[in-house]
């Protein structure tokens, strides 16, 4: 029993490790971009002021809506005041938006946070993972992730969303059943874990059409 325990204890560790990894590429991707593109703001002011020196309005125009459409790639589009959150939740969204994936997210959080920063990836990366695996088995124009996160009195409270393409889901205790791999399933065991260790709460709610996972976190 020992040995089996600290088996698992080392593939959920590497699982773990893998995550994170994955999310750090995806963020240092996304800042990599920003990077770039004030690397090349000096470059862009010189470009505006030749055109104005000669008086050409139109070029002037043409440049501004390519600079504002190039910067919309990689501006971010969520703060939510708390520096791990931001990273994670641009990160996936950059990413469901290149698979054709609204999202639509409210999130507020506090600057301090009990949750640490790993426990915080943990939980949000493989939300988010879920859902955008969800979403791809829908036509690009069913998509849709929402995402809403705030306090509730002294409790943080995490809200996901997704269509799905799935019937409702049988439910056991607080797991749906999963046609998925590996992976996926021992994603949902370390949300869970993590949620249990913290003292939370969760709740999983499959109707036809639309998956929601709901967490409450006590930063007390």
């Keep these: 029993m020992r040995l089996f325990k600290k088996k698992e204890d080392q593939r959920i560790a590497a699982y773990q ?15 990599r971009q920003i990077r770039g593109w004030r690397h090349d703001y000096r470059n862009h002011i010189q ?13 002037i125009r043409s440049y501004l809506d390519e600079l504002d459409t190039d910067l919309a790639t990689v501006d971010t589009v969520i703060k939510t005041g708390n520096a791990m959150a931001d990273a994670i939740l641009n990160s ?4 469901a938006k290149a698979k054709q994936i609204p999202v639509h997210a409210d999130a507020h959080i506090p600057l301090a946070l009990t949750t640490s920063d790993i426990d915080l990836c943990v939980i949000l990366g493989n939300l988010f993972d879920n859902a955008i695996e969800a979403s791809l088995k829908l036509p690009e124009d069913q998509r849709m992730i929402r995402i809403y996160m705030d306090m509730k009195n002294t409790q943080l409270y995490i809200s996901f969303t997704n269509l799905t393409a799935d019937k409702k889901r049988q439910k056991t205790g607080r797991v ?45």
């Design 17 to 31: 490790r893998e995550l994170i990894e994955t999310h750090y590429a995806e963020v240092e991707n996304m800042y």
């Design 47 to 59: 470009t505006l002021k030749a055109y104005a020196a000669a008086g050409n309005m139109d070029a």
């Design 92 to 95: 996936k969204i950059s990413l």
């Design 176 to 220: 749906f059943s999963s046609t998925k791999g590996e992976g996926h399933g021992l994603g949902l065991v370390r949300i869970d874990a993590v949620v249990d260790r913290l003292g939370g709460y969760l709740s999983r709610n499959s109707e036809s059409g639309a998956f929601t996972t709901e967490i409450l976190l006590p930063q007390q």
